[in-house]
Each structure stands twice: as C-alpha cells, then as structure tokens.
C-alpha cells in the first residue's frame, strides 16, 4: 500500500485546510486509517481516524470539533478537514494505514505499517 497526503500550506489562525490522503496499491475496506500529526520536538500523536471498514470515526481531544475525518472508497481517498485552525496546530501531517491492528491500537503510531511522506501544516498567529 502506498499513500499519498497532500494539501497542506500556510493559513493564518482561524483558517481551514483539507488534507488529502490517496492509497494505492493492495488496497480494501479492511484497512484502519489514521491521520498523525507531528511537530518540531515533539512525538507524533495521533489527530483523527477510522478504524476498519467502520464508519465511526475517532478524534484526539485536541482536535474534537474542529476536524472532520471522511473518506471516498471509490477514490480510494481519506479527507482531513480542518477548521478554526490554531497556531498549536502546526505540524507536518502524516496519513497512515494497517491491516491487522487492534481498536485499542488505532491511537499508536507504531502499530500502523503504512505511512505517507506527509504534509506540513503552518498556521500563523
């Protein structure tokens, strides 16, 4: 599986930005999907995901409210909408898959066998 995010940039405070992030390759219905976010000196944490073919989807604190995680399976593509965006916020955002993780894992970075080169989020304040 190969991933590709794409879409972020540079907004100001208060902005929106909308993550893309399209599979390729032996992909399916089966997969989690976890969008992560990581800035200067800090450990990658995870921002919003879903978990298998489930239609729940899974936010940090952080970001409840703001963010909008969705998906196309027939663009094979996952979206991360981000609003009222905060200069806390500034990261580079990765997206992330797996086959065979837990629900209990779907938070872990370590868990996930596929990841997309990232996107860097700037916002000012």
């Known amino acids: 599986v190969q991933l590709q995010a794409s879409g972020g940039g540079m907004v100001q405070a208060g902005g929106s930005l909308r993550l893309s992030c399209v599979a390729s390759?032996?992909?399916?219905?089966?997969?989690?999907v976890g969008w992560f976010r990581q800035a200067p000196g800090k450990e990658r944490e995870y921002v919003a995901g879903f978990f298998r073919s489930h239609d729940r989807t899974y936010y940090a604190d952080s970001v409840k409210g703001r963010f909008t995680i969705s998906r196309d399976r027939a663009k094979n593509t996952v979206y991360l909408q981000m609003n009222s965006l905060k200069p806390e916020d500034t990261a580079i955002y990765y997206c992330a898959a797996d086959e065979s993780l837990i629900l209990s894992s779907r938070t872990t970075p370590d868990a996930y066998d596929y990841w997309g080169l990232g996107t860097l989020v700037t916002v000012s304040s």
């Open positions: 390759g032996r992909t399916g219905n089966g997969y989690t």
